[in-house]
């Protein structure tokens, strides 16, 4: 009798063993860890985010909480290392997250303005108005991960001849976007480089004197941010996260705030093959060993 009761104990737990094991990890996840690379002020990223996370919170039915990293490096190290689960990534940061993961990690959707995204050199030196004028000057890219404020900046000047390391006075990474248009409204370089959404963006909300610094140039499109998570991410988990973001409508009262914080029109799909130009513009510029 004993015998007989061990023998249905046993089953019942290998059945029970056999089922944890089949559970899909959306369900054992408690919580998604999402960060992003500390392209603008921690506390503008933080606003940024909120009304985004709580959305997806709703849409994918778990907690959502961001992770605020101090430096790009540090984004691309916690999705390698499995401490946060999805990021904000520029074009540059996911091509190294993508060699840093063994290429697992997934870019899931980007805003449309991604497709086509620009730089902007700025100065407040009315003698600037070319990339031919910066030379001997002195100059402000943004983080040196950044692919608006440094990879693809570099990479045109490169292609028309300008070396910075040789060809300015002195080079400066800011750090962040708008610290670089700091940088140049006080003095501290004669020019400098930074996207053009956050250019657009502190011009609108006043936070850039135009009378004093200005755009001289603006460079050639290509490809930018997205949204990336690791491979490893449920694939349920990967679809409820993509359809989430492909239903945001800027014409929706519920997703106004959220997509106007993103500067997006709307989301789309992206594929890795969408960065292999970013890939050969970082190999060009001898910023992938």
């Given amino acids: 009798m004993l015998t007989h009761f061990r023998r249905h104990a046993l089953r019942g737990l290998a059945a029970f ?11 054992q996840m408690k919580e998604l860890k999402v960060s992003a690379i500390p392209d603008e002020a921690p506390t503008e990223l933080q606003r ?10 709703k849409e994918i039915g778990i907690p959502v909480s961001f992770v605020p990293v101090t430096d790009y490096a ?8 499995k401490r946060i689960d999805m990021a904000w990534l ?3 940061t996911f091509v190294q997250a993508k060699l840093r993961t063994g290429g697992t990690a997934i870019p899931l959707v980007q805003r449309a303005e991604d497709e086509k995204f620009t730089s902007r050199f700025i100065t407040a030196d009315p003698a ?27 990479y045109f000047l490169l292609q028309a001849g300008l070396t910075p390391e040789k060809d300015f006075k002195t080079v400066a990474f800011s750090g962040a976007h708008d610290a670089t248009v700091a940088f140049v409204a006080s003095g501290r370089a004669d020019a400098g480089v ?24 603006t460079t050639p499109a290509y490809f930018d941010y997205n949204w990336t998570v690791r491979g490893d991410l449920d694939p349920a988990v990967m679809k409820k996260l993509r359809d989430a973001f492909l239903k945001l409508d800027p014409t929706n009262p519920e997703h106004k705030e959220i997509m106007a914080l993103q500067r997006a029109t709307r989301f789309v799909p ?14 060009a510029a001898g910023l992938l060993r």
């Avoid at 063993?17 to 369900?27: D, Q």
């Avoid at 992206?270 to 190999?283: D, F, G, L, R, V």
């Fill in 90 to 92: 520029g074009g540059f």
């Fill in 48 to 57: 940024k985010f909120a009304p985004l996370g709580k959305y997806l919170e």
């Fill in 128 to 154: 600037i108005k070319s990339f031919a004028d910066l030379k001997g000057k002195t100059f402000a890219f943004g983080s040196a991960s950044s692919t608006s404020g440094h990879l693809m900046p570099r």
């Fill in 270 to 283: 992206t594929k890795p093959e969408n960065y292999h130009s970013i890939e050969q513009a970082a190999q």
């Fill in 17 to 27: 063993a056999f089922t944890a094991l089949a559970l899909p990890a959306f369900a």
């Fill in 194 to 217: 930074l996207n053009a959404s956050v250019w657009d963006k502190l011009v609108e909300s006043g936070k850039v004197d135009t009378s004093k610094v200005r755009v001289f140039t």
């Fill in 74 to 81: 540090g984004v691309v190290e916690a999705l390698a290392a």
